[in-house]
């Protein structure tokens, strides 16, 4: 599985981003995406997650009411839409991917992802 992260960028507080993950030589259906961020000096932390064979969605609670993970197994692309941005998200976001037969797996836990993308950058100006 490969994931290529794009759609950072610069926005001012209060604007909005789109990320996307797109996978090659492979479908998503019975992988979680998570999406990760890594700010200077701070650990990797995960923010939402999307279990693409159950469909269900998980939030980091300093992201939940602002950020929206979807996925489109059609296009193998999980999308990242973030609104309401803070300083405070300003980080390198990486998308992750990991293989599950479970209807209701989640996490946001790094180490239990084997799939990773390239970051991307979003900074968010005050």
């Known amino acids: 599985v490969q994931l290529q992260a794009s759609g950072g960028g610069l926005v001012q507080a209060g604007g909005s981003l789109r990320l996307s993950c797109a996978a090659t030589?492979?479908?998503?259906?019975?992988?979680?995406i998570a999406w990760f961020r890594q700010a200077p000096g701070k650990e990797r932390e995960g923010v939402a997650c999307?279990?693409?064979?159950?469909?269900?969605?998980y939030y980091a609670d300093s992201v939940k009411g602002r950020f929206t993970i979807s996925g489109d197994n059609v296009k193998s692309t999980v999308y990242l839409q973030m609104n309401s941005l803070k300083p405070d998200d300003t980080a390198v976001y990486y998308c992750a991917a990991t293989f599950t037969s479970d209807y209701y797996y989640w996490s946001l836990r790094r180490e239990e992802y084997d799939y990773w993308g390239q970051g991307t950058q979003v900074t968010v100006s005050s």
């Open positions: 030589r492979t479908t998503l259906d019975y992988y979680a």
């Open positions: 999307i279990n693409n064979y159950g469909g269900s969605t």
